[in-house]
């Protein structure tokens, strides 16, 4: 098969199925004919790039040259810039094909928003039982990967909105360290705490996405000069065999959902197959992880969005919640935000000592499993960063806290709830150690099958 | 019998009740974060690089 036919094929497919999950913004069509017709010309030359003519999707934040960028918001619907992310452009250079923009949560969801109907395409729903939702807020990706409508996608993370929808669709994503990809021409909702990752059906996949897409970036004033590269093949078994595991056992006992818990248990504990070093390490019980991170995303997203938030066209905005949540940011006081910015620090040495011990932290990616479309996701109140204080807190606080100190993590399937949906794990290591991460997962995924698991269609 | 409520629940997606919740929240987070220690000592993460 060509790339190009291949190309067509996976757009007839984002065309036709797309809309059963609402994961798609836009088909780009000819954009993906002309990329595959140059694929093809390489691939007769004998090009071996390993993303070479593969289609991908891109979550609708993230700027693609001629094609709409909604920011998944009905006052943007008609935006379009006249350049590509560098990550697309990255992608293009590594012979990708871009095949679609993919649905998201209006703005990322940066105001909180109470159902998933938050977004332009509708409410994203779960290729598993689409009756439930596929995560926030890269809802698109996590459904379109997971549905197969494309081999990867990129998604985005300022907390949790690549982890929530790897784990609801079983999918694996990569969050990377803050910095290590561009996000020059991707929508800002923090800058201090956004990252852009690869979503994709195992962390092989993943890697190769992230080989292309991270790197120093002139545009970006906050890239760091690192590039990935995985772990060397000839002695990964041994480093992965060697790594020490941070885990907390009230992550599940205390917080898991009865449809979750076994598939999460049973994760754990193939996991400990593979890595059999584990001890106990916990995050600080007093901070407060939940205050920290909506008070930073809040204060910058409303600043990024106040001209938005102060027009006209605000109203246009899908929920009611998420648009009163952007208007009060707006009153952020500073000392509150620079209090968070202060307690930021002290998180990053609580990692660094947890990180004396350990290698890398294992938890659950989420402790439920998707939710229903039509279920408020504010009530009831509790969540993964805010549990209730019945509950040991142990490292539910993970996807926050690993947000706000920038650290990357892997999101990874670890097989069905007892209701049919997806239930995965994360790891979250230091800054930078996305090489081990991803090959920890990958030799999980060697002994495994839950990532090879589809929906039926 | 069935009890009658004596009054209509309020609509929990009314824009008035929506904007008290969220200046509530933001004081609530505000509160959090202020009993929270931190070394007097301690500058802000910023992504500023001169």
């Not at chain 1, 992965?240 to 999460?264: C, G, P, Q, Y």
Request: glycine share 10%; charged share 25%.
């Amino acid at each position: 098969v060509s790339a190009v036919e291949l190309a067509d094929e996976f757009c007839d497919l984002l065309e036709r199925i797309g809309p059963t999950y609402n994961a798609v913004a836009t088909v780009t069509r000819e954009r993906a004919r002309r990329e595959a017709a140059r694929a093809d010309t390489a691939l007769k030359r004998g090009d071996t790039r390993p993303l070479l003519g593969i289609p991908y999707g891109a979550k609708d934040l993230l700027a693609a040259k001629g094609a709409p960028t909604t920011w998944g918001a009905p006052p943007y619907r008609d935006q379009v810039f006249d350049n590509d992310a560098t990550v697309i452009a990255l992608l293009g250079r590594a012979g990708s094909v871009l095949a679609a923009k993919l649905a998201m949560v209006e703005l990322a969801g940066g105001g909180g928003y109470r159902y998933p109907s938050a977004s332009l395409q509708g409410p994203g729903r779960n290729p598993w039982n689409t009756e439930h939702w596929s995560g926030g807020s890269s809802s698109g990706s996590g459904a379109a990967v997971a549905g197969g409508l494309v081999p990867f996608a990129l998604g985005s993370e300022t907390s949790g909105s690549i982890g929530t929808p790897s784990a609801y669709c079983g999918v694996t994503g990569v969050r990377p360290t803050y910095g290590l990809v561009s996000r020059h021409g991707a929508m800002a909702l923090s800058w201090t705490l956004d990252k852009i990752g690869p979503m994709a059906r195992s962390a092989d996949d993943a890697s190769q996405v992230l080989e292309a897409i991270a790197g120093p970036d002139k545009d970006d004033e906050t890239s760091a000069n690192r590039k990935y590269r995985p772990l060397d093949g000839r002695d990964v078994h041994q480093q992965v065999r060697a790594v020490r595991v941070a885990f907390a056992e009230e992550d599940i006992a205390d917080h898991a959902s009865e449809s979750a818990k076994a598939a999460l248990e049973n994760g754990i504990a193939e996991f400990k197959r593979i890595v059999p070093s584990f001890h106990r390490a916990t995050l600080p019980a007093d901070m407060p992880f939940g205050p920290m991170v909506g008070t930073v995303y809040g204060a910058e997203g409303a600043t990024i969005f106040a001209e938005l938030i102060e027009g006209e066209r605000f109203e246009e905005l899908v929920d009611a919640r998420q648009k009163a949540g952007l208007r009060a940011a707006l009153d952020i006081r500073a000392r509150d935000y620079l209090q968070a910015m202060r307690l930021r620090v002290r998180l990053s040495r609580a990692f660094d000592e947890i990180f004396h011990g350990a290698d890398v932290i294992l938890s659950a990616g989420r402790t439920i499993t998707a939710t229903p479309v039509t279920q408020p996701l504010d009530i009831p109140p509790s969540t993964a960063s805010n549990p209730p204080p019945s509950r040991r807190p142990g490292n539910i606080g993970l996807i926050a806290a690993g947000n706000l100190a920038g650290l990357p993590a892997i999101f990874f399937p670890c097989g069905l709830g007892t209701d049919g949906l997806p239930v995965g794990l994360q790891l979250v290591g230091r800054a930078f150690s996305e090489p081990l991460l991803i090959a920890l997962v990958s030799a999980y995924q060697r002994e495994t099958d839950h990532h090879t698991k589809r929906p039926a269609t | 019998v069935t009890e009658q409520p004596k009054e209509t629940p309020r609509d929990i997606d009314d824009p008035e009740l929506l904007a008290t919740q969220a200046r509530e929240a933001i004081e609530k987070s505000a509160a959090e974060l202020r009993k929270t220690s931190v070394p007097i000592a301690t500058e802000p993460s910023t992504v500023y690089r001169p």
